[in-house]
Each structure stands twice: as C-alpha cells, then as structure tokens.
C-alpha cells in the first residue's frame, strides 16, 4: 500500500506536466513550413507580392543590379528577377506536385500488391523494380523524355515514374511489416474479406513512412525538374521557370550575378525546407 | 560462397536483360523515330521511296521481334547501331567521348571521398559540441544545392570575381579544377551523411566506451576502433552514387562545355538519336550492376562477419 501511495502523486504530477507541456517549437521546422507555404502563395496569387509582370520587360531596364526598385536586380530585357521567381513558383511547384502524386500512386499501387501477394507475383514486380533502379535517375527520366516530348507536365511525369521504384520497395516493405501485426489477423479472423482488410487496415497503417519519404522525394523533384528545366527539356523560354531562369541568366554571368544565383537560393530553400519536414515526419511515424 | 556468387550473378543478368528490353521497347519500337525526324526535314527534298530505303537500310522496317533479335546479337557483338544525326556507328561516338568521361568522374570521386572524409572527421574530432553538429548539419546543405547551379556559382567566384582560374586558354589543371569540384559536392553530400550517422551507431557501442574508459584519445578511437567498423555502409551506397555520378557528369560537362559522354547524351536527347541514348542506358545499368556486384564481394573482405552469415545462408 505505501508503495502505491508514494506512486500515484508522482503520476498524477506526470500527467499534470503532459497537460501544460505544449507540443515544443522547433524553429527550423516552423521555418520550413515558412518558405513552403510562401511558395504556395506565390503559385496562387503571384501578383499579390510584385507590382512587376513576370513575363514582360521594361525598356532602359535591363541587366539592373539589385537595389530598392527591383529586390533582386532585372534580366537582359527589363523584367524583375524576383517577379520572375514569383510566377515561376506555380512551374516548379506543380510539377513536383505531379511527380511526387506519379511516384507515391503508382509506388504505393506496386508495393501493396508486390507485398500482399503470393511469391511470383512478388518476385515479378520486385524484378522490375530492381531493374528500374539499376539505370540511373537521369538517364531515365532522358529515356522518358525522349517518348514524352518536352514540356512542363512530361518533364513531371518522367520524375515522377523515376521514383515509383523507391516508393514501391518502401511500401512494399511497411505492407510485408504491418500483414504480421495482430489486428490484421484479427480482422481476417472476424471474417474481412481479403481486399476490404487490405483496404481498411494494412494500406493507411502502411502510409506513415511512405508519406515521410514522400515529402523528402517532393524535395528531389523540386531539384530534379530545375535540371532538366536548365538542360531545357521543360518550360519553354518565355514561361518562368526556375531552372530555365538559372540557364539563361547564365549567358550573363561575367556582368550579373544576380541572374543566377537567386533563382537558385529559391530552389534550395524550397528543396531544404522539404528534407526539414520529411525528417519531422519521419520521426513522428 | 560459390553458390551465392552465382545467384549474385544470374541476378545481375536478369536485370541487365530487363533493362535492355525495356529500353528496346519504349525507345526502338516506338513511332516517330529519328530516321523520320532526320530525314523527314523538307530541305531534304527526299521522297517517301527514298525515306523507306533509308528505313530499310537501317533496319528498321522489320517486324519488332526481329529487331529486337538483331540488336541484342548487335550488342552482344560490341555494335550498338548507328548515330542517325552524326552519321557514324554509336560506338565510335562512345569510344572517342568515354575517356574524357571517365576521367572527370574518377576525379570527381576521388575529390568527394576526401571532402566527405574530411567532413566526417571534422564531425567527429572538432573540439566544441555546437561545432560538431553544425559541421555534422552540412551535408544536408550541400545534399540540396543543384549540380548546375554549383558549376555557375563556381565559375562565377574562381573565375570572374577573384581570377584565379582563367576561361580562355587554361591549361589541364585550371580546366578541370571546377568541374570536378562541382562533381565532387553533390556526391560528396550523402557520402558524409551516411558515414556521419554510421559513425555515431558505433560510437554509441559498448566496446567505444571501453576503449574511451581506458583513456583514449578521440583521435584514436576514430581511426583505430570505429573507421573499420563504420566504413561498410559507406560502401553500400556507391550503386546510388554511380548514378549520381553519371548524371552528375551530363550536368557538369553541359556547364562547362567540355566534351563527353555527358554532352553526348545532352544531344542525343535533343535530337531523339534513340540508339545513342539505348547504348548509354544499357552500358549504365550494365556499370551500375557491375559496381554493385563488386561492392557485395568485397562487404565480407572488409567485415569478416558477413562471411559467416552468408555462410550460413547458402
């Protein structure tokens, strides 16, 4: 009894503190949330945050360094950098907004019937997989490109294909771990048939770590589109890409530095405040 | 062993001849080739007659099945077709632009071995607590820099701002100084974050502590007890920096204007030449099978444990 007594304050204190205890404040994390949900904003409503055109120069304005007109300096024929970064933001986010849907769809798709099915159909898939990420990245996503077409949306899709391998061998993975949990069996063992507990219990129970990895992968595609986008595989000249703004500012990069090096600060901010939120959701899962 | 050595192999080949017939499939025998885009061109003046001899020419007015027999005898010979836009056998194409390739990547490894080495140690050894993390928190910055941009920026700094490296005439060195610096960042990155963690896990080891309680220095215990033990996963993960390499490679040399297999691939994609970019994809899987393969033979060498539980399993 004393036993007891002398235990049930220091719970009761224990839970106290877990009440008061608010979920704690990371700063680089809130940060991260920042710039991704400014860059929404900017896909949204671009022309909340510039006064200037994103795609139409002004005369006599060219190649202006950065000063309090124009943040971040103008280009060869008159337009505002930062304008220019502002509505190319809906670019380079929806297309990793697609190439991460292509990967994590397509991924999650082979996995759970790589993982819930018998051994050839197992084997079979997980080949396949193998086989995808023997070549690299690159490579594919060029291969895919060479079918597709240039362009804003099949330069999405061939990121999104590269990385359904990944994602396949992940979910596969979580699939094969959570079948062996109890409440799996339970559910058979009350009757579900095959695809209802397949559907109800194994797939969200398996998505934690995928939708970790997802968010890391949203970060690569961010990178992934701004190379092929610079290789000028994607958008074409006048849209504002990031990755294109990077290529052509390059023709200028002996007299303005500016041309280059902020779009470029744009796709790492972006691609860092990915790998900070995939990390937080890792931990979480 | 031997078994296992086999089944590692016969493994390899399977995805080696997946990766070729998929590669047959979407580039080779899909419509609008590049006989078409090439020849196609009214200032040609071609005729459709003249088109289809070309076609046959090529061979590629045969049934699917039989192309597809011809090129893997083609390719099993060492022929991987024709360039349609240069005009000359893919092989010779290859074979002039692999060395140049060949050198900036190894030197591009070599490069960002020493800086994730360096970077680890420094994660490790450096004297402050804050410093150490803050030096173990780089590589993450460095893992989310594009290739191109760090080339640009590179050139931009060394060349324009302080002179130190000149764009007309340089000699080898200055030539090749940024590329391969800009190659080395980016495959460095996640080398340092995976042996950066590896070399925490071991820290964290019950045999660490012993050494540490029977007065060793940091630097000792590094390179004598934990270098050996956490050098493995290092090694696992050259498959994925093959392919960052390669594609590395293509991004640098488009930077930088030099010729190689890069600027080859560059091209072949502007102008669909599907047998070069085929050739290229298969001799990637084909490195990128053969890194692995190597990479699982030599794991037991470095920990002699591996060797028994293969052992056990065959």
């Known amino acids: 009894m004393t036993t007891l007594d002398l235990s049930k304050p220091t719970t009761a204190l224990k839970s106290r503190v877990q009440l008061v205890k608010w979920p704690r404040l990371e700063p680089t994390l809130v940060l991260s949330w920042l710039v991704i949900a400014l860059a929404i904003a900017f896909a949204l409503a671009p022309q909340l945050f510039t006064p200037h055109s994103g795609t139409i120069g002004l005369a006599g304005n060219q190649l202006k360094p950065p000063s309090a007109e124009h943040w971040l300096g103008t280009d060869e024929i008159g337009r505002d950098v930062f304008a220019r970064i502002i509505y190319g933001a809906i670019n380079s986010l929806s297309g990793a907004l697609i190439a991460v849907t292509v990967g994590f769809t397509g991924g999650t798709a082979l996995g759970l019937i790589a993982g819930s099915s018998r051994r050839v159909v197992d084997d079979t898939i997980m080949r396949l997989v193998d086989t995808l990420l023997s070549v690299p990245g690159l490579l594919l996503q060029l291969s895919i490109i060479i079918i597709l077409g240039f362009g804003t949306t099949n330069v999405a899709i061939a990121v999104g294909a590269t990385s359904v391998a990944s994602f396949a061998r992940l979910s596969r993975a979580e699939v094969i771990r959570v079948r062996r949990a109890d409440y799996v069996e339970a559910a058979f063992g009350s009757g579900g048939r095959f695809l209802n507990v397949l559907w109800r219990h194994v797939l969200p129970n398996s998505l934690g770590t995928v939708l970790a990895y997802a968010a890391l992968q949203f970060g690569v595609a961010i990178l992934a589109i701004a190379t092929l986008g610079f290789l000028g595989y994607g958008a074409p000249p006048p849209i504002p890409e990031w990755g294109l703004l990077i290529a052509e500012g390059r023709k200028y990069m002996t007299t303005s530095w500016w041309l280059t090096v902020f779009p470029g600060l744009a796709v790492i901010l972006v691609v860092l405040a990915a790998n900070r939120i995939s990390l937080a959701l890792r931990a979480r899962s | ?314």
């Open chain 2, 1 to 314: 062993m031997s078994n296992y050595l086999l089944s590692r192999i016969g493994q390899a080949a399977i995805v080696l001849l997946l990766a070729f017939a998929a590669s047959f499939l979407l580039l080779q025998a899909l419509p609008g080739d590049a006989i078409l885009i090439k020849y196609q061109n009214p200032e040609m003046g071609l005729t459709p007659e003249q088109i289809a001899e070309i076609r046959v020419l090529y061979g590629a007015d045969a049934p699917i099945w039989v192309q597809f027999g011809n090129t893997v005898w083609n390719f099993v010979q060492g022929s991987f077709g024709y360039s349609v836009q240069a005009g000359v056998p893919v092989r010779d194409l290859i074979a002039v632009n692999l060395p140049a390739t060949l050198r900036l990547s190894s030197l591009g490894l070599v490069a960002a071995i020493a800086l994730a080495l360096l970077v680890a140690f420094a994660a490790t050894l450096a004297p402050l607590r804050w410093l150490r993390s803050l030096i173990a928190s780089a590589p993450s910055l460095l893992a989310a820099l594009p290739v191109f941009w760090i080339g640009i920026v590179l050139i931009q700094i060394f060349s324009f701002r302080l002179r130190l490296v000149p764009v007309i005439n340089p000699n080898e060195f200055q030539q090749l100084v940024l590329p391969v610096a800009t190659l080395a960042i980016p495959i460095a990155a996640p080398l340092a974050q995976v042996f950066i963690r590896s070399l925490d896990e071991i820290e964290a080891q019950p045999f660490i502590a012993v050494v540490r309680a029977k007065g060793a220095s940091r630097a000792w215990i590094l390179f004598r007890h934990m270098l050996r033990n956490a050098i493995l996963p290092v090694l696992t993960i050259a498959g994925v920096l093959f392919g960052d390499l390669l594609a590395g490679a293509v991004v640098t040399e488009t930077v930088f204007g030099l010729n190689g297999l890069g600027r080859v691939t560059e091209q072949a994609v502007s102008n669909q030449d599907t047998a070069v970019l085929q050739a290229i994809v298969v001799l990637a899987a084909l490195g990128f099978v053969f890194v692995n393969l190597l990479v699982d033979l030599a794991a037991p060498l470095i920990d002699p444990r591996l060797n028994r539980k293969i052992g056990a399993a065959a």
